[in-house]
């Protein structure tokens, strides 16, 4: 069965600090995996896509890995703003679809950055 | 506008009643989906659409659930007889194409059951 694990499962962390959020899968035969941001009460949001060939990708103070051996990803996020706080959703593809168009959701990470 | 929009954003109803909930994807998107989405957790799928035919509903409860897509575009997903456990957020995606996981996502109607 695909499944996408997340962790942690909520994280908070100060203004200006890094941290990174975790994103392991069993999704096969593997197409790509994408980070989502959520902000409280609004639609995910697309930050990144890794394809199987990718083992980083950065945008702006986000930077996804990717390691397809291992099945596992990671989000750091640099020099954290209040505006960071959000829910960060893992979503791997599959391909040739399959249920649900291939699409297997993580559970997020809830993140606080406090002042 | 040029994203996807869903209406209501919120609806309260009480037990029993039916409700639809719209939604209008992105201009040319062939692909539309709908997930749930309960507090603290990711979406959960319900059902996709590739233009006017359900491609896979296989996430759809019960048979109180169901959602069409008549011409391809808007897509309305109705609840019958709603329980208190159909309470969450109903969000709406549009992609240009499938299996690429690039989702345009709605903000999501909150359906509250009393």
């Known amino acids: 069965k695909n499944q996408v694990e997340q962790s942690p499962q909520s994280l908070i962390i100060l203004e200006g600090k890094n941290c990174t959020l975790q994103?392991?899968?069993?999704?096969?035969?593997?197409?790509?995996l994408r980070w989502y941001k959520q902000d409280t009460g609004r639609g995910p949001v697309s930050l990144t896509i890794m394809t199987f060939s990718e083992n980083t990708k950065s945008n702006g103070r986000y930077t996804a890995t990717l390691d397809a051996d291992t099945k596992q990803s990671s989000l750091h996020i640099t020099a954290s703003q209040l505006s960071d706080s959000a829910s960060y959703i893992c979503?791997?593809?599959?391909?040739?679809?399959?249920?649900?168009?291939?699409?297997?959701f993580g559970k997020g990470t809830h993140l606080i950055i406090q002042p | 506008g040029a994203g996807v929009s869903q209406t209501p954003s919120n609806k309260v109803t009480e037990k029993g009643k039916y409700v639809e909930l719209r939604c209008d994807p992105i201009?040319?998107?062939?692909?539309l989906y709908w997930y749930r989405q309960s507090l603290g957790q990711g979406p959960e799928f319900l059902i996709y659409?590739?233009?006017?035919?359900?491609?896979?509903d296989s996430g759809l409860p019960n048979d109180r659930f169901f959602a069409v897509r008549p011409e391809g575009s808007v897509s309305t997903l109705k609840i019958q007889r709603t329980e208190r456990g159909d309470s969450a957020v109903y969000l709406c995606?549009?992609?240009?194409?499938?299996?690429?996981?690039?989702?345009?996502f709605g903000e999501g109607s909150r359906l509250t059951v009393l």
């Open positions: 979503v791997v593809s599959a391909k040739s679809g399959g249920g649900a168009d291939g699409l297997t």
């Open positions: 994103c392991n899968y069993t999704v096969s035969p593997f197409s790509n």
């Open positions: 201009s040319g998107h062939t692909a």
């Open positions: 995606a549009s992609s240009p194409t499938v299996h690429t996981g690039e989702l345009f």
């Open positions: 659409f590739q233009g006017t035919g359900a491609a896979d």
